[in-house]
Structure formats: structure tokens, C-alpha cells
């Protein structure tokens, strides 16, 4: 059977998500992460500032821009996760996401 590069990938960074949380924290720990994901929903900024925190070990700083990559044609300063919600996003609401409900 021939698997597809693309699935393993996906199918490999699914299973270290999946277990990138999976040590056992101390009771401190657990309960500041408790107390603060209650407060926060997922998709708000916040709980997305939680979430990036659970998997910031995983991260790897991009290299210099290859051969092909926007970065080599199309010089950007780059931006924040922060600067990013600074800059007031699109973010999903009104009629537009009703619509999209409706599908």
C-alpha cells in the first residue's frame, strides 16, 4: 500500500500535538491552566495565548528563506501574534459568519 507524504506528515503532527500535553503537571500548574482556560474561550485571544504556550517546545525559528519561498522574493518585516491581534483582524462574525453557519 503507497501512503501519501502529505497524510504521514499530517498524521505525525496530529499524534505530537496530541501528546505534546500529555506530561503530568504539578497541582499548581494544572490549576493556573484550569483557572485560565475557564476564563478564556479557545478561539479568543487569550486562550489562543494558552494554546501557543502548550506547544512553544515544538517550535523551530524559521531559517533563512530558500530558493522559491515568498521570503526570498518579497522582503517583510514579519509580525507578532500580538502586533497581529494590535492590528484589529477580520475576525469572524455578523452576517458573514451566519451564512457560513448555514452550510
Known sequence: ???????????????????????????????????????AAASSPEGLNVAIEKVKRLHKPMGAPQPGDWLETFREPGQTFEEYLKSNPTRPGGLGARALEKN
Do not use: F, I, N, V
Not at 19 to 27: G, H, N, T, V
Open 1 to 39: 500500500m503507497k501512503t501519501r507524504p502529505a497524510a504521514l506528515c499530517a498524521a505525525l503532527l496530529l499524534a505530537a500535538l496530541a501528546l505534546a500535553d500529555c506530561r503530568p503537571a504539578s497541582k499548581e500548574q494544572a490549576r493556573s491552566e484550569e483557572g485560565r482556560t475557564q476564563t
